[in-house]
Each structure stands twice: as structure tokens, then as C-alpha cells.
């Protein structure tokens, strides 16, 4: 029987300027716009989907671009710090190039893991956390949008790092409801992960000296779990229940079924079916080019239309001329 979960689904943020976004993600990091809908709560704001072509669970970074005036959040304990894409080991002179060409300040290389991984750690236009790794342990197919030529392009997440009061709680919900096991330590960090392989990893830090992170623009609002359907969703509810924990009722999000809880470190997980996917309601050659409501909004489609800030979306234009 396969596993109950998968690995990570996807990620989300909350960020401010509609057009930065979308060429941070798509322009600078070569993401696909993979969807452009709305917040289902609030449908003045875009809810946008970048990832790989077809919105591959483990490639998703999905943002709600509140706009320039949100509240700014805060790095600190009880916070997803970082979301990690990976990158082939040999595209790290191609990305330190590319990151001062479109003057994003980096932090200088650095190993990991005995030097398994390089690490070059930015912050996109809020402040979110970002981290490239460059690896050789990822056998994804290249994302590749035109901006960023295949052999250097994202490969997709490579983990999230969890900043925590103290990891054990944390530690043991992964690996006895969530099926991780704990794949390697290094300085303080514990990675978690389904497997030994990117896109499915889970890096915890104790960090107890932190200020209290704060939810806001820049910040990671949650981590989705991936798991293959809506039988498997209820039964990991069920565990969960019998565990303590008490997840959400099971929410249509279109794309996905999902639940949502909080982890004892306060970070909000929640657990994702792969099915039905973005194309759903799109042409699977299509995605991301045109807007995407679910049923209850089209009937105020146009006013909806209004209210939303229209944004250029060419990312072939961030390609670099060598
Ligand atoms: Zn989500």
C-alpha cells in the first residue's frame, strides 16, 4: 500500500505587490503561473499557483498578493522561515550571476550537510525566505518557462525549515502520523522526509533564543502535505483526531481537498490530494493564462474582474543574454 503521505504538496505566502510577485516567481525563479484565481475568502485579492506545468504536487509555491500596504510579518520561532527550491550543483555560478543581475542581495555560499548541498539563501520582494539548493540528488524534470535555460532551471521544493520553540513535539507528529522518518542532523538541523529524496523534506530547527515569529506580508502562511486522495484525507483525519490534534472538516479547494491543524509549534500544516489537479477547469496546455473562478464567484465575475490589478505575465523578458 502506498504511503499515506507523499511528500510536500505546497507552499503558501502571503505577499504584497500583484506584478513583483509574479515576476519574482515566474521572471527571476522561472516558475509557471500555473493558475490565477482568487482567495476564496476574500475575492478581491488573487490567489496565484506557480510550480512546474501542470502544478505537479512538491513544485507548488502559491502566494496571496495582499498588496504593498499589508502588515509586514516576522521571522521568529513558531514560523515556517525558508521555502527551498532545488537547483543541479553545477548552476551555482548561473544563479549568483542571475540573482546580481536582477539585484537581489544573496547570502554567500554555503555547504551543508557535509557538503552534500550548497545553500544560497535571498528574500524575494516582502521578505519571504528563499533558499537555492544546489544538489545532485534530484531527478525531477527542469522547470522551464523560458526565463531560465533547462540545464540550471528549478527542479522544484526542496524542503521547508521550521523554526520551532523545541522540535520533539513537532519531530513526533512527522514521523507517527505523518509517516517521516528523520533522514539526517547537521548543526542543529534535523531533516525530516517521506524518502531520502528532494521534495519531500522537512527541516526543523530548535531555535528557543528567537523572537515569536508573526504571521504577515513575507511570511509563509502554511505547509500542505500531499497525499493521493480523499479516502486517505479522512483517514489521516481520523488518526489525527485520535492522536489530539483537531484538524479542520474537509475543505473543496477546487484543485485539491484539503484539512488544516496546527502542529504543536504553532505552524499551520495541512494535507492536500493530489486529485483533481489544475486541470480541472483549464486546458492542461493552458494553465495559469486567463482568470479562474470557482462556481459560487462567477456570477460577480465582472465586478471581481474590477476590483483585481491587472499584471503583465511574459517571463521569457527575464531571460538572462549571455
Ligand atoms: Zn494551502
Same mark, same amino acid.
Given at each position: 500500500?502506498?504511503?499515506? !503521505?507523499? %511528500? @510536500? =504538496? +505546497? &507552499?503558501?505566502?502571503?505577499?504584497?505587490?500583484?506584478?513583483?510577485?509574479?515576476?519574482?516567481? *515566474?521572471?527571476?525563479?522561472?516558475?509557471?503561473?500555473?493558475?490565477?484565481?482568487?482567495?476564496?475568502?476574500?475575492?478581491?485579492?488573487?490567489?496565484?499557483?506557480?510550480?512546474?506545468?501542470?502544478?505537479?504536487?512538491?513544485?507548488?509555491?502559491?502566494?496571496?498578493?495582499?498588496?504593498?500596504?499589508?502588515?509586514?510579518?516576522?521571522?521568529?520561532?513558531?514560523?515556517?522561515?525558508?521555502?527551498?527550491?532545488?537547483?543541479?550543483?553545477?548552476?551555482?555560478?548561473?544563479?549568483?550571476?542571475?540573482?546580481?543581475?536582477?539585484?537581489?542581495?544573496?547570502?554567500?555560499?554555503?555547504?551543508?550537510?557535509?557538503?552534500?548541498?550548497?545553500?544560497?539563501?535571498?528574500?524575494?520582494?516582502?521578505?519571504?525566505?528563499?533558499?537555492?539548493?544546489?544538489?545532485?540528488?534530484?531527478?525531477?524534470?527542469?522547470?522551464?518557462?523560458?526565463?531560465?535555460?533547462?540545464?540550471?532551471? !528549478?527542479? %522544484? @521544493? =526542496? +524542503? &521547508?525549515?521550521?523554526?520551532?520553540?523545541?522540535?520533539?513535539?513537532?519531530?513526533?507528529?512527522? *514521523?507517527?502520523?505523518?509517516?517521516?522518518?528523520?533522514?539526517?542532523?547537521?548543526?542543529?538541523?534535523?531533516?525530516?522526509?517521506?524518502?531520502?529524496?528532494?521534495?519531500?523534506?522537512?527541516?526543523?530547527?530548535?531555535?528557543?533564543?528567537?523572537?515569536?515569529?508573526?504571521?504577515?506580508?513575507?511570511?509563509?502562511?502554511?505547509?500542505?502535505?500531499?497525499?493521493?486522495?480523499?479516502?486517505?484525507?479522512?483517514?489521516?483525519?481520523?488518526?489525527?483526531?485520535?492522536?489530539?490534534?483537531?484538524?479542520?472538516?474537509?475543505?473543496?479547494?477546487?484543485?485539491?481537498?484539503?484539512?488544516?491543524?496546527?502542529?504543536?509549534?504553532?505552524?499551520?500544516?495541512?494535507?492536500?490530494?493530489?486529485?483533481?489537479?489544475?486541470?480541472?477547469?483549464?486546458?492542461?496546455?493552458?494553465?495559469?493564462?486567463?482568470?479562474?473562478?470557482?462556481?459560487?464567484?462567477?456570477?460577480?465575475?465582472?465586478?471581481?474582474?474590477?476590483?483585481?490589478?491587472?499584471?503583465?505575465?511574459?517571463?521569457?523578458?527575464?531571460?538572462?543574454?549571455?
Amino acid at each position: 500500500m502506498s504511503k499515506l !503521505i507523499s %511528500g @510536500i =504538496h +505546497h &507552499v503558501t505566502a502571503i505577499s504584497g505587490d500583484t506584478q513583483r510577485n509574479i515576476d519574482f516567481y *515566474t521572471g527571476v525563479l522561472g516558475l509557471y503561473l500555473v493558475k490565477q484565481t482568487v482567495n476564496f475568502d476574500y475575492p478581491e485579492v488573487y490567489h496565484f499557483y506557480f510550480g512546474d506545468k501542470q502544478g505537479t504536487p512538491g513544485t507548488i509555491m502559491t502566494t496571496f498578493p495582499y498588496g504593498e500596504d499589508a502588515r509586514m510579518g516576522r521571522h521568529g520561532k513558531g514560523k515556517i522561515s525558508t521555502t527551498a527550491f532545488s537547483v543541479p550543483y553545477l548552476s551555482l555560478n548561473y544563479w549568483l550571476k542571475r540573482l546580481e543581475h536582477f539585484q537581489i542581495l544573496y547570502k554567500h555560499p554555503q555547504e551543508r550537510f557535509s557538503g552534500s548541498e550548497v545553500v544560497v539563501y535571498f528574500e524575494d520582494h516582502d521578505g519571504m525566505g528563499i533558499e537555492l539548493i544546489f544538489n545532485d540528488a534530484d531527478n525531477r524534470e527542469p522547470i522551464t518557462n523560458g526565463s531560465v535555460q533547462s540545464e540550471y532551471a !528549478i527542479l %522544484g @521544493i =526542496h +524542503h &521547508v525549515e521550521l523554526w520551532l520553540e523545541s522540535y520533539e513535539l513537532t519531530a513526533a507528529l512527522l *514521523t507517527e502520523q505523518l509517516n517521516h522518518k528523520l533522514i539526517s542532523e547537521s548543526s542543529g538541523t534535523l531533516r525530516f522526509g517521506v524518502e531520502n529524496s528532494p521534495g519531500k523534506f522537512v527541516d526543523l530547527l530548535g531555535m528557543p533564543n528567537s523572537m515569536k515569529g508573526l504571521e504577515g506580508r513575507g511570511m509563509v502562511h502554511h505547509v500542505a502535505f500531499s497525499t493521493s486522495d480523499e479516502i486517505k484525507l479522512k483517514g489521516l483525519k481520523e488518526n489525527l483526531l485520535s492522536y489530539g490534534i483537531a484538524p479542520t472538516s474537509v475543505r473543496d479547494r477546487n484543485y485539491f481537498k484539503s484539512i488544516y491543524f496546527n502542529e504543536p509549534g504553532g505552524i499551520l500544516f495541512e494535507i492536500a490530494t493530489e486529485n483533481p489537479g489544475f486541470a480541472v477547469d483549464e486546458d492542461p496546455d493552458r494553465l495559469g493564462q486567463s482568470l479562474k473562478l470557482p462556481l459560487q464567484f462567477e456570477e460577480t465575475r465582472s465586478s471581481i474582474e474590477k476590483k483585481l490589478i491587472k499584471f503583465n505575465y511574459n517571463p521569457t523578458e527575464f531571460k538572462l543574454l549571455q
